[in-house]
């Protein structure tokens, strides 16, 4: 039932966004490549993100669901949507804790609904932790982070 899809914007406990929130997602990945006008779509384990590929200039929210924390699924299809260019609303939904937070921003999520309120001191202690990175990912596409290796090379 597409009632039971997503999360509301007043359940989003962290955003890095400036622009205005977007209701829950409304649609599954089918519905959304079938509907000219979903602008919202939720994805869950087990689907493709590359179906979305086509249509993300649409898209305005893309839901990642985590059902329980030791599926990583979700930050496979992040990356992936990141890296085809889509620059919407990454919103991860679900069973994730503190301690995956700095993953899941490197992955390209820029807003959070956990199932159960995080710390907001312990939220922002683990966005800190690590200022500098070794590997590129796709938190260099949203915010430029470089690499240590890019860092070092300045100049």
Not at 80 to 92: D, N, P, S, V
Request: glycine content about 8%.
């Amino acid at each position: 039932m597409a009632d039971d899809l997503g999360a509301s914007p007043d359940v989003v406990q962290l955003r890095f966004r400036s622009d205005e929130p977007v209701d829950h997602a409304a649609v599954t990945v089918d519905a959304a490549i079938e509907q000219s006008n979903a602008t919202a779509v939720r994805i869950e384990p087990g689907d493709d993100a590359r179906l979305l590929l086509p249509v993300l200039e649409r898209l305005a929210l893309i839901e990642i669901n985590f059902p329980a924390f030791t599926d990583g699924r979700g930050y496979s299809a992040a990356r992936i949507l990141r890296e085809a260019g889509y620059k919407g609303e990454l919103r991860a939904v679900g069973d994730f804790g503190v301690d995956q937070l700095s993953h899941l921003v490197r992955c390209g999520f820029d807003s959070f609904a956990p199932d159960r309120r995080l710390d907001e001191a312990d939220a922002c202690r683990a966005l800190a932790t690590w200022a500098h990175v070794y590997q590129p990912a796709a938190d260099r596409i949203m915010s430029g982070r470089r690499t240590i290796a890019e860092l070092r090379h300045d100049g």
